[in-house]
């Protein structure tokens, strides 16, 4: 343990130019932070590095990679995390009962109002579907904003005990 924060197996996510951290909570959680250049190709450095979580229960783990991925991808492609130098930071969550995943980007465009919302499916347009699978899908999801900085999470309920 470094500084009362304990090092556990389900926090592999190292990768290059990702930092990473580990923080226990008071009411039995613990999270896990990742931040990824805001590059295309990264999305699939997000899917591994999820897969490899130890604590992220296997009921969950497809829509866990899922949703992240499609909310890595919403932050680079509308916000200045898709720009030269640009990152996404994803925290993973494990509380009792749920899981939550949260990933920040760098904020708006300049001259964008970026407030992330779900769109009326729209079949002959490109995209626009990323949120509405995180609305169909997450047990619950929200926006918050901080020091000009987006952040789009999502909960999923998990059992207590599961079922072997």
């Known amino acids: 343990a470094a500084g009362g924060v304990q090092r556990r197996r389900e926090a592999p996510l190292l990768a290059d130019r990702v930092h990473q951290h580990v923080v226990s909570h008071d009411d039995g959680g ?3 932070g990742l931040v990824l250049p805001g590059l295309p190709e990264q999305a699939a450095v997000l899917r591994s590095r999820l897969r ?3 604590a992220l229960p296997a009921e969950v783990s497809d829509t866990v990679e899922l949703l992240a991925t499609e909310l890595f ?4 492609r509308h916000t200045r995390s898709g720009r030269p130098g640009g990152t996404v930071a994803v925290t993973v969550c494990r509380l009792p009962g749920r899981l939550q995943v949260r990933i920040t980007d ?3 465009l300049p001259h964008a109002v ?5 769109r009326p499916p729209d079949l002959d347009r490109e995209g626009g579907l990323g949120l509405l699978t995180v609305h169909r899908m997450a047990t619950r999801w929200g926006t918050a904003h901080d020091s000009g900085c987006t952040t789009v999470w999502f909960d999923l309920d998990i059992p207590l005990n599961p079922v072997a």
């Open 114 to 118: 970026s407030t992330p919302h779900v």
């Open 73 to 76: 991808a919403n932050a680079i």
């Open 30 to 32: 613990e999270a896990v």
């Open 52 to 54: 490899d979580l130890e």
């Open 106 to 108: 760098e904020g708006p």
